[in-house]
């Protein structure tokens, strides 16, 4: 998808993308509502080609990066740093910041995606192991109220949680939280 802030440039961009061999899915002026044409048109890529991010296009771009997660690259005249940051922070994949070159496009464009990739693993191995690790503190917490109440030893209480996670086909990280926010309520 291009972004442009020039209709007429857009036009020529999406002419010369598909020319290139990429399918353009759609042309967004940067005044139109990004985030609703992104859920229609479902690029695989989105290309911003504008003289300088505005605050309202980094809130759509920030949007764009919460709810569709897709690559961003955008092609600038403005190197100031904090512009720059402001547009990384907003989840844009790569900041050309001395304007769009069609020489330099594939490889930036691998770049971006790239860049997106590995940063969209790294995510899902962060949302893992908090994962893990607020299952490994419900566990610790069930076993010492199953130590407490029924007066066993910490292994007889995780053998008591694993028989409950098996007996109920649940993950024992869920059966320890259902028994911690059970005992809560109960105490």
Do not use: W
């Amino acid at each position: 998808m291009v972004v442009d802030e020039d209709a007429a440039r857009g036009r020529a961009l999406a002419n010369v993308l598909n020319d290139s061999g990429y399918k353009v899915v759609g042309l967004v002026l940067t005044g139109e509502y990004l985030p609703s044409v992104m859920a229609d048109a479902k690029p695989d890529v989105v290309l911003i080609d504008i003289s300088s991010p505005s605050r309202d296009t980094l809130e759509m771009v920030s949007s764009i990066h919460r709810d569709h997660k897709r690559p961003v690259v955008m092609f600038a005249s403005d190197d100031d740093e904090q512009t720059v940051q402001a547009a990384v922070e907003a989840g844009v994949s790569a900041y050309v910041a001395d304007g769009l070159s069609l020489a330099k496009f594939k490889p930036i464009f691998q770049v971006a995606i790239a860049h997106f990739q590995k940063h969209q693993s790294l995510e899902r191995e962060l949302s893992t192991a908090k994962s893990s690790l607020d299952e490994r503190k419900f566990i610790d917490r069930a076993k010492g109220l199953l130590m407490e109440k029924r007066k066993c030893s910490e292994s007889e209480a995780f053998s008591l949680l694993r028989k409950m996670a098996m007996d109920r086909k649940q993950r024992i990280g869920q059966v320890a939280q259902e028994l911690v926010e059970l005992l809560q309520i109960v105490n």
